[in-house]
């Protein structure tokens, strides 16, 4: 883990570990050697000023929230997190301006938005507090619902999996096509079926599903697999501009790995 991702992500995975044992104490050392070692980590500030927030160290907690939002203006997670520091300090007008821009980020962030119902209230405006609270409500059953669709999902992925070890390739490729019925947005769901298009010899459908999952923005993987598909198809044309795309799309991936300090620098 050190040499993959650096120490800073090390001492972050142990805090977890020991917040899951209810070692605070250890889980905030461990933290902030975290962002000692890596600075401009917005997530290492976030995360210590979220156990500094649950210790009762609201001062500092306060401190790595604004940091992290130095480092990271538009994370809606560290907005959200100052909202609720300002509220716990009674501080509802503080609030409403960090959690109305939490909102503004991610309008569809329901710890947001259910947050700054609870701040508009707190301020006085509660029309707008009961407004954002049935948006909260309504984002609540979608999430429901949503849950419910992806465990079905995971059903038929199961299934489609069984298929494709079996080699019944025609059926797994009906069973990933009603997966994509509820989830159409998922690269991922899209790239199985081209792997099982592929298998069963159906090389052009498979092109397509390759086409939409990189649409919705999958690996330089997809890429690689294209153009290795292309080349299968003898369009050496389309091969090397998917080759080309794998090489840029990978280079990409590298660099927002490193900005986020993946890779603890």
Known sequence: LVLLVGKGELYRALAGLAQLHLDDERAIALLERAVRLTPNNA???????????????DAEAYAEFAIALLLDPGDIET???????HLTADQPVR??????????????????????????????RAAEGKQRLQESEQLQAQAIEDDRRG????????????RMAARDYAS??????????????SAAVHLRVAEALV??????????EYVRGIALNAGAHAHRRLAELYDTLGRTGDADRGRAAHAG????????RAEQGVYGF
């Open 95 to 124: 609030a409403v301006d960090a959690l109305g821009r939490a909102v503004g980020l991610g309008p569809a962030n329901r710890l947001a938005v259910h947050a700054l119902a609870g701040a508009l209230i707190r301020a006085g």
């Open 172 to 185: 797994a490729i009906d069973i990933w096509r009603q997966a994509i019925q509820l989830q159409p947005a």
């Open 199 to 208: 298998a069963a010899n159906r090389a052009h459908e498979a092109v397509s």
């Open 151 to 162: 465990k079905t999902a995971a059903v038929l992925r199961l299934n489609a999996e069984m």
């Open 43 to 57: 997530a290492a500030h976030k995360a210590l000023g979220r156990a500094y927030v649950e210790n009762g160290r």
């Open 79 to 85: 907005l959200t997190g100052l909202g609720r520091w």
């Open 249 to 256: 799309r990978r280079l990409e991936e590298l660099r927002q």
